[in-house]
């Protein structure tokens, strides 16, 4: 083996620490279940490398904000790994990986939060209804244009998160989907 073919094989064998910075609110739980596990799993399975953590900005009241994901990776496969992620869609706009100084922009979905009354409606209405019906409801009407990732439960609503290829077809659906439901008296609809 010559000089360059052990500079080679060198380069090839170093390893980076990257960041994979999330503009998603996700719930620790769902960080894991959508990013982390199916990341690590493709880096393991490719000899690649391997998620090493995670963290979750979150406000005082532990609201999720943002997310990052720590992950070492061969030097030589970080743009096979960016193009990767441009290419699966499965980050939101303003999501982007950053290694050696450099910043790589990767999101290309929309989010949408549906805040729901968490005290104002009638105490029936809560009792006979259930939020994961609501959120099965919604997953199944925008299949296609978008998904449910998340939530968060405050003191007074709880927010579901959805991210998808346009804020503004989700929300002409989700508008539909509330007239019709009892626990969605009262929602709002922000995007994210």
Same mark, same amino acid.
């Given at each position: ?21 999330? *503009? ?20 393991? /399975? ?7 953590? #995670? ?10 904000? @943002? ?7 061969? /030097? ?24 050696? $100084?450099?910043?790589?922009?990767? $999101?290309?979905?929309?989010?949408? @939060?549906?805040?729901?009354? $968490? ?7 809560? /009792?006979?209804?259930?939020? *994961? ?6 997953? *199944?009407?925008?299949?296609?244009? $978008?998904?449910?990732? @998340?939530?968060?439960? #405050?003191?007074? *609503? ?20 509330? /007239?019709? @439901? ?11």
């Amino acid at each position: 083996m010559g000089l360059f073919n052990k500079k080679e094989k060198a380069a090839e064998n170093e390893i980076c620490n990257i960041t994979l910075h999330l *503009n998603m609110r996700l719930m620790p739980k769902d960080r894991w279940a959508f990013f982390e596990d199916p990341i690590d799993e493709v880096l393991h /399975k490719y000899d690649l490398g391997e998620v090493t953590g #995670g963290g979750t900005l979150s406000t005082e009241e532990r609201m999720p904000l @943002s997310c990052d994901i720590d992950i070492r990776i061969k /030097k030589d496969k970080i743009e096979h790994f960016i193009s990767f992620m441009k290419h699966v869609n499965t980050a939101a706009k303003g999501s982007y990986i950053e290694y050696d $100084g450099k910043k790589e922009e990767i $999101g290309v979905l929309e989010g949408l @939060s549906l805040i729901l009354d $968490g005290t104002g409606l009638d105490e029936n209405v809560y /009792k006979e209804n259930d939020i *994961n019906d609501v959120i099965a409801d919604i997953d *199944n009407l925008i299949n296609g244009k $978008g998904q449910y990732h @998340s939530y968060y439960i #405050g003191e007074q *609503n709880t927010n579901l998160y959805f991210y998808g290829n346009s804020f503004e077809e989700m929300k002409k659906i989700i508008l539909e989907y509330i /007239k019709t @439901s009892p626990l969605c008296e009262n929602s709002i609809i922000e995007q994210i």
